[in-house]
């Protein structure tokens, strides 16, 4: 057992035995110097002694000297418990530090998540003591409120090891019922009123945003616009109340020229909150009306002459309609896949900012000669051609895919695909001119072709919205 205690302050406390050495060993040096004393004083080599006693003492001391700076007196440390010199801490606080920051800096990934609590003091505090056991990182929380309980919708950053089961695990072990979860990205990182106000935003400018801007507002779901009267004749099923109806897990609202806007999602039920947020964005496009960006690109044909490529809407009926009855047969079926006695009907509803947008090719005299759709059809999009006959070959066909599908990828499509004849050789080839990974399925002479639009970048062409500034000539490939 050691010798050496540790005091409160710090400093060593020495045992009573070694106090009762050192004053017996005081004692016998005063006895030892009285002796030397008398020596000296008394006896014949008294001045010889002195001298010698002088020698020796010095020696003594260097000698203890040198011992004590050689090995010193202090105890080692893992004797005394005591700690390590402030280097040695410093230099093993650093490594561990290194190696826990190394450990929690790994990958992360973001996951949305929503769960029902009850309505009452500390269920969300439990959820989150729970998410905070594995580690996750709450970015950003919306509560909805409902009759019995609260939906709180959650972005979360989640380390790469914990999987999606671990975190819905320990929400549903803290209280969590009805967990629903999935991959986000980097855009959900926008704060919701922002994202509303740009959604409106957006819609306010063009009334065909207003399906996309409901999709981003509600997440993955299917939107379908029925209007008043289909283009067979058919009512809607069922006309929506002014002020919408929810149910479940389908929400539907008043269009505003009478139709019936239907948004399903499938598993999980919107809440009274999002319904509200639907709602008011539809009476945004409501009140402002039927309104269409009026920005227009005037592009150079190979073969010298002049055309304009501008948005239209449904005011470009009459001229749509004498487009048609300039073209043949064989493009018209082309076009239709079968007869088109109906036209004025069709026209009405493709040129509608409510089911897409259309983009018309104009000659210098203001006659239509090619028209292009980008049309919403549910959680899909289609895009479909027709340009004169007289002006086909030119490069209007692939000069109005490239920008339908530049539009397509601004609006977030994953996918777009044309339906068409087999035979149909000029629509092939302007797909397959489009650089973009293609699908092929081809059912008793009908050709639909799928472009995905993840998988490559798509030309940049320039946009439509009414804040740019567009030049005043430009050229198309032919």
């Not at 309980?149 to 950053?157: C, S």
């Not at 704060?191 to 409901?214: I, Q, S």
């Not at 990828?409 to 994953?414: D, P």
């Amino acid at each position: 057992m050691s010798q050496v205690k540790r005091a409160k302050n710090g400093r060593p406390v020495h045992h009573w035995r070694r106090d009762l050495v050192e004053l017996a060993a005081l004692f016998t040096a005063v006895a030892v110097a009285d002796a030397v004393a008398n020596l000296i004083g008394h006896g014949p080599d008294g001045p010889t002694l002195l001298l010698i006693s002088a020698v020796v003492l010095v020696a003594t001391a260097g000698f203890h000297t040198w011992w004590s700076r050689r090995h010193g007196h202090a105890p080692p440390t893992g004797d005394t418990g005591s700690r390590p010199t402030a280097a040695v801490r410093t230099a093993g606080a650093s490594e561990a530090d290194a190696t826990v920051t190394e450990a929690v800096a790994g990958e992360t990934v973001l996951w949305r998540m929503r769960t029902t609590v009850r309505d009452e003091p500390g269920s969300l505090a439990a959820l989150c003591a729970a998410l905070a056991g594995q580690r996750v990182d709450i970015l950003s929380l919306q509560t909805h409120p409902l009759t019995e309980g609260t939906v709180d919708e959650f972005l979360l950053r989640v380390p790469a090891q914990v999987s999606a089961s671990d975190v819905t695990r320990a929400v549903s072990h803290a209280g969590g019922a009805g967990t629903w979860i999935e991959r986000a990205d980097a855009h959900d990182l926008v704060d919701a009123p922002t994202r509303v106000l740009g959604l409106a935003t957006r819609t306010a400018l063009d009334a065909a945003e207003l399906p996309l801007a409901l999709r981003q507002l509600l997440g993955r779901c299917t939107i379908r616009s029925l209007p008043a009267g289909s283009v067979r004749g058919d009512r809607a099923d069922e006309a929506a109340p002014v002020e919408g109806a929810l149910e479940d897990t389908v929400m539907r609202l008043r269009a505003p020229e009478g139709g019936v806007i239907t948004v399903e999602r499938p598993y999980l039920p919107f809440t009274p909150t999002e319904f509200a947020r639907a709602r008011a964005l539809v009476e945004l496009d409501a009140r402002l009306g039927p309104r269409v960006p009026h920005g227009k690109d005037v592009l150079t044909l190979p073969q010298g002459n002049d055309i304009t490529v501008r948005r239209a809407d449904a005011g470009d009926v009459d001229a749509a309609k004498a487009m048609h009855e300039r073209c043949s047969s064989r493009t018209l079926s082309m076009r239709y896949h079968g007869p088109v006695g109906d036209a004025d009907k069709y026209l009405n509803h493709l040129l509608s900012p409510r089911f897409g947008r259309t983009l018309a090719v104009q000659t210098a005299s203001g006659r239509i000669v090619g028209l292009g759709h980008l049309l919403w059809d549910g959680d899909e999009t289609e895009i479909a051609l027709l340009v004169e006959d007289d002006w086909q070959r030119r490069g209007i066909g692939s000069e109005l895919l490239g920008r339908l599908v530049t539009m397509a990828v601004e609006a977030g499509c994953e996918s777009v695909y044309a339906v068409t004849q087999s035979s149909n050789t000029g629509m092939v080839a302007a797909m397959r001119g489009l650089d973009l990974p293609l699908d092929y399925q081809i059912e008793e002479g009908t050709l639909v072709i799928t472009a995905r639009l993840d998988a490559a970048a798509v030309s940049s062409r320039l946009s439509y919205d009414a804040a740019q500034q567009h030049q005043p000539e430009h050229s198309v490939r032919d």
